[in-house]
């Protein structure tokens, strides 16, 4: 077990900059979700990490030691991957075993260990199958077999899940965070999914464009993004924005006064997630609404409001009868938050 410590971490490709410089404190057993959209350098990362790229400037430390020229056979870390990258004429017992024989160690030892990991994933059974053989879930069962052998004192895992359907990903996602917590082994976990990022993580980083905008537990994003971006990449349907201003006190939209305020007066951008707003007769929003999406538990209604695109999000079913309807909605207000529209920055 290891801690992992980022301080000041950067990369370039030549003249081009992908991370502009991350910085945390990694615990003991903790488990760190990065997340954010295609390229937005969290790959990158967590390979720096693996020792899989070099770190430009900024040090890398692995349980208090530097790290940063360290091979990445002996950093003690083990990664799994998207691909599950499995020997295919190999059983999986000898896909599981193969890192332990190559390192030398001896026989009993190596099935003894394989054993145990086995039956930690429920593979016992199935240990003379080829990866042919075996279905999606159980083939990156198999991957983690092979990490878990080694006891290593970091996990990483890349977009492990990223092949799998929509139900096993669920499934999967459960298992892996309850295995994480049962081995108490530190670990990095690459994702663009923010629902496995909310679900999996102790604390999350969210990543745009080589930036960390923003890195705490994934209740802290939801509840109070310190970004634009990072409001609107978590959680699902996104954040609505609207054009605002604070004037005398007063928080408007066009001419819509949404309450008193008590910060700097000017241009702001309101945002509002669609599960905070709900039907009232009296409310002060009014969403034109042109689509519906009835989802079962809540209903989804696509529309506009003062001329901007605006979700609502209520619970149960709500049938529109036609397109362009008027709806009133309310909230309250301690679920609205303002940024500076011109840094993008919590206000």
């Known amino acids: 077990m290891a801690t992992v410590d980022l ?21 003991d057993g903790e488990f760190i979700v990065i997340v954010g959209p295609s390229g937005c350098g969290k790959s990158t990362l967590l390979r720096m990490v693996a020792g899989l790229e070099t770190i430009t400037s900024g040090e890398l430390l692995i349980g208090g030691k530097r790290a940063n020229d360290t091979e990445p056979m002996d950093r003690d870390i083990a990664m799994v991957f998207q691909n599950y990258a499995l020997y295919p004429h190999m059983t999986v017992a000898d896909n599981m075993a193969y890192g332990l024989k190559i390192a030398g160690m001896p026989k009993d030892q190596i099935k003894a260990k394989v054993q145990e990991a086995a039956k930690l994933l429920q593979l016992d059974h199935l240990l003379d199958r080829k990866p042919r053989e075996l279905s999606g879930g159980q083939r990156q069962r198999v991957a983690m077999g092979r990490a878990i052998v080694r006891e290593p004192s970091v996990f ?55 930036v960390a ?35 005398g006190g007063q928080l408007k939209v066009n001419d819509v006064s949404l309450g008193p305020v008590d910060t700097r007066e000017g241009d702001v ?11 009232d007769s009296a409310g002060v929003l009014r969403l ?12 989804l209604l696509h529309g506009t409001l003062e001329g901007k695109a605006f979700t609502a999000s209520l619970p149960g079913v709500h049938r529109m009868p036609g397109n362009d309807r008027d709806m009133s909605l309310n909230f309250a207000s301690e679920n609205l938050h303002l940024f500076d529209p011109k840094t993008g920055k919590r206000i």
């Open 213 to 247: 905008e923003q890195i705490g537990t994934p209740l802290d994003v939801y509840e109070r993004p310190q970004t634009i971006f990072a409001a609107q990449f978590i959680g699902s349907p996104s954040m609505n924005l609207m054009d605002g201003r604070i004037d």
């Open 269 to 279: 951008t309101v945002g509002l997630r669609p599960e905070h707003v709900f039907a």
């Open 156 to 210: 990483l895992f890349d977009e492990p899940l990223s092949n799998l359907d929509a139900k096993l990903r669920v499934q999967m996602r459960l298992e892996i965070k309850d295995l994480q917590a049962k081995l108490g082994i530190t670990s990095l976990y690459v994702t663009h999914d923010q629902v496995e990022a909310m679900t999996m993580a102790d604390r999350m980083i969210v990543m745009n464009g080589g």
């Open 7 to 27: 301080k000041d971490i950067k990369k370039s490709f030549g003249k081009v900059d992908v991370i502009h410089g991350v910085d945390m404190e990694i615990a």
């Open 288 to 299: 034109n609404v042109h689509q519906s999406e009835p989802l079962g538990a809540n209903t």
